[in-house]
């Protein structure tokens, strides 16, 4: 997990999640560092992230926004064609998005009344803990 402060953009840190992961093997071996699809919402839509999982041999599900949709019509036929995208691998996403809510039902989350990192990191690693149980 990467905490930043309020006022940083997820896509600024998105490389070093993606570089974070550590799955564990489903046997024996080493850990995978490489998933094999990101899901992610509209956000995340910019020429360098898809550039940067396309380099890493990453599948991407992200949806196009809509500015980035018309400038491609506006270029006509040299604006290329759009990402793939797969609506039904999408709706899979809405498992993070409920993990969120179910995070922020929690008030000292949702409102980040922590100041450092470590005790905001514990308080999200007890918030987790009451939900599992």
């Known amino acids: 997990m ?78 290329g064609r759009p990402p793939a995208f797969d609506k039904a691998v999408y709706r899979r996403r809405n498992v993070v998005e409920h993990c969120f809510g179910r995070l922020k039902q929690h008030r000292a989350i949702a409102t980040r009344y922590d100041k450092t990192a470590l005790s905001y990191h514990g308080m999200i690693d007890l918030a987790t803990l009451l939900i599992w149980l």
């Open 2 to 79: 990467v905490l930043t402060g309020g006022n940083v953009n997820d896509c600024t840190m998105f490389i070093t999640v993606v570089t974070g992961i550590r799955m564990p093997p489903a046997r024996r071996g080493r850990p995978w560092t490489r998933p094999r699809r990101i899901l992610a919402d509209k956000g995340y839509s910019s020429r360098a992230i898809r550039s940067y999982l396309r380099g890493r041999g990453i599948a991407a599900t992200i949806p196009e926004r809509r500015d980035q949709q018309a400038h491609r019509a506006r270029r006509g036929p040299v604006g």
